[in-house]
C-alpha cells in the first residue's frame, strides 16, 4: 500500500497520476482534471458519464471555474457545502469539457472530510468518482480501495474517516427554468426554493 502525505500526493496529482482519498461519502478515486481520462479507464466506465469536479471550498471551485454564480447557485451552496450535496451548474469551459465531454454542465462538490479538503487546498480541485469498477458496489475503506487499485497511491493516514456509505444528493440547475431539479437522493436533504 502506498501512502503518502498531503504534499507527496498533491505532486502525484500535478505529475498526472490517480489517487484514492477519502469523503464524507464513500472514497474517491480522484486527479487533475487535465488527466480525467484516466478515470474512466480506471473505471472501465462509458465515456458518457461524467466525473465530479471535488474542491476544498466554494471560493476555490469558484475561482477555478470564473462563471457567473447566480445568486440560488450560492445560496444552496452555502447551505450545503461542505456536505454530501452535488450541484450540477450550466458553466462551460475546459474544465467541463475534460469532466463532462460534450456537455454543457458540471457537478461540483465540497466534502464534509477535512482530510480530503486538506489535500484539495493543496492540489486543486480534483476530477473525482466513486472507486469501484463501472456497475460494481463502491469501495467503503482504504483497504477495499486498495483491493481495487493497488497501483494507486493512498492519501496517508489510514484508516480514513468513516463516511456515510451514500451517495451524495444531487441537484441540477434548470437555466431557462430557473429552477433545481433533484436527480439523486442521497446523504442531504435540502429545502430548495424555486421560481
Not at 504534499?7 to 464524507?24: H, V
Amino acid at each position: 500500500m502506498r501512502l503518502c502525505s498531503v504534499p507527496d500526493l498533491a505532486e502525484r496529482l500535478r505529475q498526472g497520476e490517480a489517487a484514492l482519498i477519502p469523503t464524507d461519502t464513500v472514497p474517491a478515486l480522484a486527479c487533475r482534471p487535465s488527466h480525467a481520462a484516466l478515470l474512466w479507464q480506471l473505471k472501465v466506465r462509458p465515456a458518457d458519464k461524467p466525473l465530479i469536479l471535488m474542491g476544498a471550498d466554494l471560493a476555490q471551485l469558484r475561482a477555478e471555474l470564473a462563471c457567473n454564480w447566480q445568486d440560488p447557485w450560492l445560496e444552496l451552496a452555502g447551505r450545503g457545502w461542505p456536505g454530501p450535496l452535488t450541484l450540477v451548474l450550466p458553466v462551460g469551459g475546459a474544465i467541463t469539457a475534460a469532466l463532462h465531454p460534450g456537455g454543457a454542465s458540471l457537478g461540483l462538490r465540497v466534502p464534509a472530510c477535512d482530510q480530503a479538503r486538506e489535500l484539495l487546498r493543496v492540489s486543486g480541485p480534483l476530477a473525482t468518482t466513486s472507486i469501484n469498477r463501472s456497475g460494481e458496489p463502491a469501495a467503503r475503506t482504504a483497504a477495499e480501495a486498495h483491493g481495487l487499485f493497488p497501483e494507486l497511491p493512498l492519501l496517508a493516514p489510514v484508516p480514513w474517516p468513516v463516511g456515510s456509505g451514500q451517495a451524495s444528493t444531487v441537484l441540477a440547475w434548470e437555466g431557462a427554468a430557473g429552477r433545481w431539479r433533484q436527480l439523486r437522493a442521497g446523504g442531504q436533504t435540502l429545502d430548495v426554493a424555486n421560481g
